[in-house]
């Protein structure tokens, strides 16, 4: 058996959403920062061996050729004859040195890195027979814990009712998107708990707030008891989420725009975090672990995000997540397997359940088979990037 890589290639997929035909590529949601586009774009890597695989991906939803166009041009010559008999971390080190007066660890540097990354660590468990989450020195947890956060819809009562049907099920953990002003997000919060019962619930802001409302915002949330606040200032404001964090009786939740422990390491330091957020598509598994260890140092649980990529990045997170020492909960939606199902085998991203309710408030068992121990469709991956 040849453990010598003999090939790094990406694909970029377009997975139309049931949203009709959009006309535009991207679209601003109102009072949001970012763009987003109007159907799912996935960066997925595919990592081989004579003889075994491993993928990964990127978080990448609005310009996945960016980093694609890195991992072609930089990454594969490099990594094509290399050994990964060693493992993947020196490799993925390697990698972030490569562009070290560009950026080397973040934006889309970062991105490309984190997908390569994951691809090795897959790659090096199928070599080895060795689950991700052996390899990181073994889980803490067969199953984690998530939340839902797909609490979607035209109106704070559409919202509720999507909730109320995941809460019969048994799910108790949830996070609603509210980007009004105080006011507004208060009362459309309340209407989403009336449907939840003593469930967590959590607010995620979008970064949309300034110092004043954000305050605002924090007391009725302490009024009401809730899990955690969100990015609720702009995601550069250290010092402002700093004042805020000690202002605030809930938990300030701060991350997925990060990609690198340095930066983790700063927020926690300053007291601007309560709750990290790395996200597996930005951070890779390498960087994550170095993320987990400063936060464990601070006393800060972790809360992986997850939102626009596929099963892939996730299952990289429940790996990780089995293996840190202080997991909060991880991010979670029924999107994610519909958006990975065309390719993915998706019933591991399913919460265990037993007479059709779910155990534990909502869980994720980790994949026990080596690597990611996920199973992707090759043939429809080609297709799919095909066109």
């Known amino acids: 058996m040849t453990t010598t890589i003999r090939s790094v290639e990406t694909f970029r997929l377009r997975v139309p959403r ?67 008999a060693a493992g993947a971390r020196p490799l993925t080190r390697r990698l972030q040195q490569t562009g070290r007066e560009r950026g080397h660890l973040s934006g889309i540097q970062a991105d490309a890195i984190a997908a390569v990354d994951i691809a090795l660590w897959d790659l090096f468990g199928q070599v080895t027979a060795l689950p991700v989450k052996t390899l990181l020195g073994g889980a803490n947890v067969d199953a984690v814990p998530v939340y839902m956060s797909e609490v979607n819809g035209a109106s704070a009562h559409a919202k509720a009712a999507t909730a109320a049907l995941l809460y019969e099920r048994g799910m108790e953990r949830f996070k609603v998107h509210l980007v009004g002003p105080p006011e507004i997000a208060l009362a459309e919060y309340d209407v989403v708990r009336s ?45 402002g989420h700093v004042r805020l964090a000690a202002y605030s009786g809930t938990s300030i939740a701060i991350g997925e725009a990060m990609r690198h422990r340095f930066e983790f390491a700063q927020w926690a330091g300053a007291g601007a975090m309560a709750i990290a957020q790395p996200d597996l598509g930005r951070t890779g598994i390498t960087e994550a672990i170095s993320i987990a260890t400063i936060m464990g140092a601070h006393h800060i649980p972790l809360a992986p995000h997850h939102s626009m990529a596929s099963g892939i990045a996730y299952a990289a997170a429940l790996h990780v997540s089995a293996a840190v020492d202080d997991l909060l909960a991880v991010e979670w939606g029924p999107r994610i397997a519909e958006r990975s199902d065309s390719f993915l085998d998706v019933a591991f991203l399913e919460p265990i359940g037993t007479s059709g309710a779910w155990i534990e408030g909502g869980v994720v068992a980790v994949p026990a088979g080596a690597g990611l121990g996920i199973h992707v469709d090759e043939e429809a991956v080609r297709r799919l990037a095909a066109g």
């Open 195 to 239: 449907e939840v019962g003593t469930s967590r619930l959590a607010l995620d802001a979008h970064w949309v707030h300034g110092a004043g409302d954000a305050r605002r915002l924090a007391r009725g949330l302490d009024e009401r008891g809730a899990w955690f606040l969100e990015a609720p200032l702009a995601p550069e404001d250290v010092d």
């Open 18 to 84: 049931d949203n009709g035909a959009p006309t535009e590529r991207f679209r601003a949601a109102p009072r949001v920062r970012s763009i987003y586009p109007t159907a799912d774009e996935l960066l997925l890597v595919r990592i081989a061996t004579d003889d075994h695989v491993g993928w990964g991906e990127a978080l990448a939803p609005a310009s996945p050729e960016a980093p694609g166009a890195l991992i072609d041009e930089v990454f594969a010559p490099f990594l094509v004859g290399v050994d990964i």
